[in-house]
């Protein structure tokens, strides 16, 4: 197999107390990483200690820090977390960061000729530079993973059209998919009937619907299947949709069922909500999903 590339941001997510590396490309990609060795990974972090501490962690994790790249104008990304009652965290991610300026590698084809998939998602193309450098990869030979991944107001109608007019695969929550069809599928609101749609008008081979603690949704033209993995000892939520995003990308280009990559995947998403934070100090919780 060919590697999986991701692109986007390199953030610390800051709880109170603590501050732990994250953002949904690397936390999708730590998780690929550790699962097959095959990852490239493409970010932009500041000249500053952040940056610093983030690039010492991915060496210390093997996971490959060619094309991370450093910026000596803008700051290393941040998310400040706010947890709920229900330890969801909801989070203030401030503009104009490292990873807001991704430039294109200069051996591009290069990641391209050596990639099976690509992982992209809206908050990293907020921005024109990032945007471009992203977009400048579409309409390659290679699948598409687009984890839509909302943040506050950071995407805008086209962003999100030009984004699934690449997409192969599709994972969205029930909140961002109710916001696609708002955006373009006229009518009623039905979770179903919307995916369906959705996956009709922009020629997705497969989209997955998450909703957290209520289950997970997976569509594809002519198959669907609903699992609900239940969970006690919740700690922590954040990076549960990144982890399923990291087994639905493997099971898709493994040509698995609808129905055995829904089950794997929401259970991996159930290992990490019962540890804190995004990405396993274990790395015994691969065993099972490496085969």
């Not at 994250?22 to 940056?51: C, E, M, Q, W």
């Not at 200069?106 to 992982?119: G, L, P």
């Not at 949709?241 to 129905?259: E, R, T, V």
């Amino acid at each position: 197999m060919k590697n999986i590339t991701a692109i986007g941001e390199i953030i610390f997510d800051i709880y109170p107390g603590y501050k732990m590396p994250g953002g949904a490309p690397l936390n999708f990609i730590y998780h690929i990483n550790k699962l097959t060795g095959k990852a490239t990974f493409i970010s932009r972090v500041g000249a500053d200690t952040d940056g610093k501490d983030i690039v010492e962690f991915l060496e210390k994790s093997e996971l490959p820090i060619s094309y991370i790249q450093t910026d000596k104008k803008h700051d290393t990304g941040a998310a400040l977390a706010n947890l709920d009652e229900n330890k969801i965290p909801h989070w203030e991610i401030p503009s104009g960061r490292a990873y807001d300026f991704i430039e294109v590698p200069t051996d591009k084809e290069k990641i391209v000729q050596n990639s099976s998939c690509f992982y992209f998602g809206s908050l990293a193309q907020r921005m024109e530079k990032s945007r471009k450098t992203i977009q400048s990869f579409f309409d390659k030979n290679m699948k598409y993973f687009f984890d839509i991944n909302i943040r506050q107001n950071y995407y805008t109608k086209d962003i999100l059209e030009t984004s699934l007019q690449a997409t192969d695969v599709l994972k969205v929550n029930d909140g961002e998919l109710k916001l696609l069809h708002d955006l373009f599928i006229p009518g009623k609101f039905d979770l179903n009937k919307t995916a369906y749609e959705i996956i009709t008008k922009f020629d997705i081979e497969l989209a997955a619907i998450t909703m957290g603690g209520k289950g997970a949704w997976i569509f594809t033209e002519k198959e669907f299947d609903f699992y609900n993995a239940k969970v006690n000892n919740i700690v922590d939520t954040t990076g549960a949709g990144d982890a399923y995003s990291a087994i639905l990308c493997m099971g898709y280009l493994n040509k698995m069922k609808p129905d055995k990559i829904n089950r794997l995947a929401s259970d991996f998403a159930s290992e990490i909500i019962k540890i804190q934070g995004a990405i396993p100090n274990d790395d015994s919780i691969y065993a099972r999903y490496k085969m």
